[in-house]
């Protein structure tokens, strides 16, 4: 079996050594455990988080009440950024699902981080696009394909995210019950189980021993959706 080529570099791996020594020695390390809030949904911004380990979920409330999850990210990712150059309210509410370590920035400090830096300013500034794209492109595959191309999107993401080379094909190395894959793509846990039972049944996905998702046929999913050829970073989760 050909090897899963993991290309995607997270904002801070695309600083230079000493800009990286100078992000880390300008924030304050802190920690949160597991269920910690870092900032709800119509919060004044206030901080901005680099994950250095653990995972942080993004997710908003829909008009009728339900939580829609909108990221899953992990280490040498920023958090909170879109609050920096605009006094808008926080879009976002900001949960640790694994025990964390972040660094965290007051907005003036990564502002002036900036203007004094130019690397540092073109890279956020390319990765935040990179973003921006990425967010879009799970719009556009919830609203063009329904329910089915929604999971099918999110389980490609989540394997370009969290994918590990296994001896039947990609193991999406993390926890993701069908109750947390419904809520990124808005539907019921009934409606996530049909359709996975559906594609264990094509032999399509599996679940390990450990009970994680295993995907077998990876272009099945692509092809429902007509992927193109788009960079491995705007088809993350």
């Given at each position: 079996?050909?090897?899963?080529?993991?290309k995607?570099?997270?904002?801070?791996?695309?600083?230079?050594?000493?800009?990286?020594?100078?992000?880390?020695?300008?924030?304050?390390?802190?920690?949160?455990?597991?269920?910690?809030?870092?900032?709800?949904?119509?919060d004044?911004?206030?901080?901005?988080?680099?994950?250095?380990?653990?995972?942080?979920?993004?997710?908003?409330?829909?008009?009728?009440?339900?939580?829609?999850?909108?990221?899953?990210l992990?280490?040498?990712?920023?958090?909170?950024?879109?609050?920096?150059?605009?006094?808008?309210?926080?879009?976002?509410?900001?949960?640790?699902?694994?025990?964390?370590?972040?660094?965290?920035?007051?907005?003036?400090?990564?502002?002036?981080?900036?203007?004094?830096?130019?690397e540092?300013?073109?890279?956020?500034?390319?990765?935040?696009?990179?973003?921006?794209?990425?967010?879009?492109?799970?719009?556009?595959?919830?609203?063009?394909?329904?329910?089915?191309?929604?999971?099918?999107?999110?389980?490609?993401?989540?394997?370009?995210?969290?994918?590990?080379?296994?001896?039947?094909?990609?193991?999406?190395?993390?926890?993701?019950?069908?109750?947390?894959?419904?809520?990124?793509?808005?539907?019921?846990?009934?409606?996530?189980?049909?359709?996975?039972?559906?594609?264990?049944?094509?032999?399509?996905?599996?679940?390990?021993?450990?009970?994680?998702?295993?995907?077998?046929?990876?272009?099945?999913?692509?092809?429902?959706?007509?992927?193109?050829?788009?960079?491995?970073?705007?088809?993350?989760?």
């Amino acid at each position: 079996m050909e090897k899963k080529e993991h290309k995607m570099i997270r904002f801070f791996e695309q600083l230079s050594d000493k800009n990286q020594e100078l992000m880390l020695s300008k924030g304050t390390r802190i920690t949160a455990q597991t269920g910690s809030v870092l900032f709800s949904e119509g919060d004044a911004p206030t901080y901005i988080y680099l994950i250095l380990s653990g995972l942080v979920r993004l997710s908003k409330l829909t008009a009728d009440g339900k939580e829609f999850s909108v990221s899953l990210l992990q280490k040498d990712e920023l958090i909170g950024e879109t609050g920096m150059f605009n006094e808008l309210s926080v879009s976002v509410t900001a949960t640790v699902e694994e025990d964390a370590i972040l660094i965290r920035y007051d907005l003036d400090t990564v502002e002036s981080l900036f203007k004094e830096n130019g690397e540092l300013a073109v890279t956020f500034m390319k990765w935040s696009s990179i973003q921006n794209q990425s967010t879009q492109s799970k719009f556009r595959d919830l609203i063009l394909c329904g329910k089915k191309g929604g999971l099918y999107s999110t389980l490609i993401r989540f394997s370009n995210s969290y994918g590990v080379e296994h001896k039947e094909g990609i193991l999406i190395n993390i926890n993701l019950t069908n109750v947390e894959i419904a809520n990124y793509i808005g539907t019921t846990r009934e409606g996530v189980n049909r359709m996975m039972n559906e594609l264990k049944k094509e032999n399509i996905i599996f679940y390990n021993e450990n009970n994680r998702i295993v995907i077998r046929d990876l272009q099945f999913l692509k092809d429902f959706l007509q992927c193109g050829d788009c960079p491995v970073e705007i088809c993350t989760i």
